[in-house]
């Protein structure tokens, strides 16, 4: 069976996966999510039109939200959970239909009388789901309206997936905006009507990273409202002795009611990838059973949960086909989902505790190592003073954002080379599991300021966005006058729709890769190139000796 897939970074042959996706997606889940994906599209058209005659459904608004979050690289990966979700979607769909027509008598002057596709029964075998799949994907798109138009109705697609998942974070901590849920309903009924003028695209592309910013400040002030401002912290790298569990993915409030279940059980508490700048929030701190990070990026997880004598809960998004000398031990919560493996509904973690204290966890403590996290925007902008005194002295000449998602495709050396080279008067900053590639290396300081500071996780970004801004006010400039500098790598949805914020911003000469988004067409790439001074990244030598050089800095 064939399927066709190129939202991630790192898509077969730099064009797209036709047999299997590499993120390990069989082509029938693939087929599941572009018909989820289209269920959403339409269900986005109906309830933009029904919040005209003032009807507002958020059922549907929370079933968009986490229907996109689901076809997510890396999420979702179990066809009969996506056929449930497709077939609810249905449901939403046929009501939403018969609402439409109800409003037309009353408000025919404010509807669209034309319905821009059809809404017909779907099948209810999964076999059949999968092939009506099979006419909804992107390749479908690229033969109808070319690679230009077909990349960017993709751009804004995988931009709403990106900052769904953001929402959904936010959501899960009791945060909503109704003028997201009406952004996320106006972008996707604007795509269920088939766009094909470049320039309400790119429009519509930027408005995904104009509204983006607000989810993630939304989902900023989720986390800190719940767990209190990150702050510097020392979080050890190696494992001490006893019962363990291993919490991976984004989600804190799993990890905080984690803690709460094994608080006086002698289990320990590890995370794993984007984990990591947990160990900064005072309220997740209060607990000494959080011992420190095991491991590093997601693209190593099939190694590391191996060897991790104790049972892994994945959280939200990076999950990889488990092998089988730990599936019978790692668990999924929230929206992830891999065939065979157990999941948890809601947050009872007995069963996850239960296979801890039944594992041999750590014999004994390893030497003690340690990396520093908890640098977010509240942080930074307290010791603000001394950074610009740092560089109105000489001792800063740039600055340096090296982060964002990682990935298993060569060339990501590039951003450790990167790192190492950036001379000593330099100050790096981080985001994401792209820190994983250098984050253990011993930068130094500059005065009292560590050189690297781990802002956080990807949506953090949200956080490099107001160091950036807070440092522009200090200078009195605009950001795109700061000697700073973004070098970012990208693998999933998520990467894109901050790329896109950034963009709305208006920040300029931002570096990508290690490849260039293979569903944006070179000619569209050629104009954000123009626009933005957006480029791919070429080699650390040539890269580095551009930005430094005196021309760049006048």
């Given amino acids: 069976m064939s399927m066709f897939c190129f939202q991630c970074e790192q898509t077969a042959g730099g064009s797209g996966c036709t047999k299997r996706g590499v993120c390990g997606k069989s082509p029938e889940t693939a087929k599941l999510q572009d018909l989820l994906v289209d269920t959403s599209k339409k269900l986005g058209w109906f309830a933009s039109e029904s919040r005209k005659a003032g009807k507002v459904s ?25 056929a449930r979700m497709i077939k609810t979607g249905e449901e939403y769909l046929a009501q939403a239909l018969a609402q439409h027509r109800e409003l037309l008598s009353d408000h025919a002057d404010k509807l669209n009388e034309d319905i821009p596709f059809e809404v017909k029964p779907l099948p209810d075998d999964l076999k059949s789901l999968i092939e009506t799949g099979q006419n909804l994907t992107p390749e479908i798109r690229l033969q109808a309206y070319g690679h230009d138009v077909a990349g960017l109705q993709e751009l804004i697609m995988y931009g709403l997936k990106g900052s769904a998942a953001y929402a959904h974070h936010a959501y899960i901590l009791g945060q909503e905006d109704d003028d997201i849920y009406a952004f996320f309903e106006q972008a996707l009924g604007f795509l269920a009507e088939k766009p094909a003028d470049p320039e309400q695209l790119t429009t519509m592309a930027l408005d995904v990273g104009k509204v983006n910013y607000r989810v993630m400040e939304l989902l900023d002030q989720a986390n800190t409202g719940a767990y209190g401002h990150p702050r510097p ?56 059973h959080l011992v420190g990070n095991y491991g590093g990026a997601w693209q190593k997880q099939k190694r590391e949960f191996d060897a991790f004598p104790g049972p892994i809960l994945m959280t939200t998004n990076c999950i990889q086909e488990p092998r089988d000398s730990y599936k019978d031990r790692i668990y999924t919560s929230g929206l992830v989902e891999w065939p065979g493996v157990r999941h948890i509904d809601g947050y009872d973690f007995s069963e996850v505790i239960e296979s801890a204290q039944n594992s041999p966890g750590f014999n004994e403590d390893d030497e003690p190592a340690f990396t520093m996290t908890g640098f977010g925007h509240n ?98 400039c605009d950001v795109n006058d700061l000697p700073l500098t973004l070098v970012l790598s990208w693998y999933e949805q998520k990467a894109v729709c901050i790329l896109l914020t950034l963009l709305y911003l208006g920040i300029e000469n931002i570096r990508l890769g290690p490849s260039l988004p293979a569903f944006v067409s070179p000619d569209v790439l050629a104009i954000l190139s123009d626009k933005f001074g957006l480029r791919g990244v070429t080699t650390v030598e040539e890269d580095l000796d551009e930005i430094l050089s005196p021309t760049a800095s006048a």
């Fill in 379 to 476: 942080a930074v902008s307290s010791v603000a003073g001394d950074i610009v005194k740092a560089v109105k002295d000489q001792q800063i000449r740039h600055f340096f954002l090296i982060g964002g998602c990682d990935g298993a495709k060569s060339g990501r050396n590039y951003f450790t080379e990167m790192a190492q080279a950036v001379p000593e008067d330099c100050l790096i900053m981080t985001l994401a599991c792209g820190k994983y590639r250098f984050n253990k290396l011993d930068f130094g300081q500059i005065g009292d300021l560590p050189r690297m500071l781990d802002v956080g996780q990807c949506n953090d970004a949200y956080s490099a966005i107001k160091i950036a801004q807070s440092l522009a006010d200090a200078f009195n």
């Fill in 58 to 82: 958020r059922d549907i608004d929370r079933f968009i939200m986490e229907a996109l979050f689901t076809t997510v690289t890396n999420v979702n990966f179990d066809p009969e959970n996506i």
């Fill in 233 to 288: 912290t020392k979080v050890r790298t190696t494992p001490v002795a006893g019962k363990a569990i291993l919490v991976s993915g984004h989600d804190l409030k799993d990890l905080a009611e984690l803690l709460k279940q094994t608080e006086g059980t002698g289990i320990n508490i590890y995370t794993h990838g984007e984990m990591l700048p947990c160990h900064g929030y005072p309220e997740l701190q209060k607990y000494e």
